[in-house]
């Protein structure tokens, strides 16, 4: 149990510091929201469907990225910058990661909850499946910010952090797609053997 109030907790720590003088704090809610929505959901599930702590550990990961996103916005990301020098790129891309991860650690919670529940055994349909509701999301939150950005104007730039980039709402979803064949192509079997653990 302590791991699990490990992740929990150092997750509170490092939500609270972003919010220390964020860029906007508009934008600060905007990108921490999706993770405060998910620990509320996962804390109330908890007792009733535990995850693999393997899974608890790509959600931690992937809400840190979201809080550091929040607290720079994903254009001015440090990190971002750094990997823009180094490869020479034309635009801070850690916004790109977010949406890896948006594929990537989605995939796993899909595929654990479609197979742990028996919704779906076949492999083939469990694939296919957990990229599909990958996509699902990913769609789902490129309207969420059109829709953002439609209701505030101008202060949702910081949220929306397209820089220019036309096609920054294909790319962003494209990257989903990648991050969850990921997980599904390279991590479908470890995933296996953790779920095997619980049973």
């Known amino acids: 149990m302590n791991k699990y109030r490990a992740l929990l907790f150092s997750f509170l720590l490092l939500l609270g510091l972003s919010a220390i003088h964020p860029h906007d704090y508009f934008t600060w809610l905007l990108e921490v929201l999706p993770a405060l929505l998910g620990l509320a959901v996962l804390l ?39 990997v823009q020098e180094l490869f020479h790129q034309s635009r801070n891309n850690y916004d790109k990661l977010g949406h890896f991860a948006q594929g990537f650690v989605p995939a796993a919670i899909v595929r654990e ?18 990229l599909s509701v990958c996509m699902l999301i990913s769609a789902g939150y490129e ?12 202060s949702a730039e910081a949220f929306l952090g ?22 599904l192509l390279f991590f479908s079997r470890y995933h296996d053997r953790q779920m095997s653990i619980l049973r």
């Open 113 to 130: 909850v479609l197979f742990r529940k028996k919704i779906v055994i076949r492999r083939g349909w469990l694939g296919f499946l957990s």
């Open 143 to 154: 309207l969420l910010e059109w829709g953002v950005a439609m209701a505030t104007g101008e």
């Open 44 to 82: 109330l599930t908890f007792r009733k469907f535990r995850f693999t702590f393997f899974v608890y550990a790509l959600i931690w990961f992937h809400a840190l990225i979201l809080v550091l996103g929040g607290h720079y916005t994903y254009a001015e990301v440090p990190l971002g910058y750094w």
């Open 162 to 183: 397209t820089q220019g980039y036309a096609w920054d709402t294909q790319s962003d979803m494209l990257f989903a797609a990648i991050g969850a064949s990921c997980f």
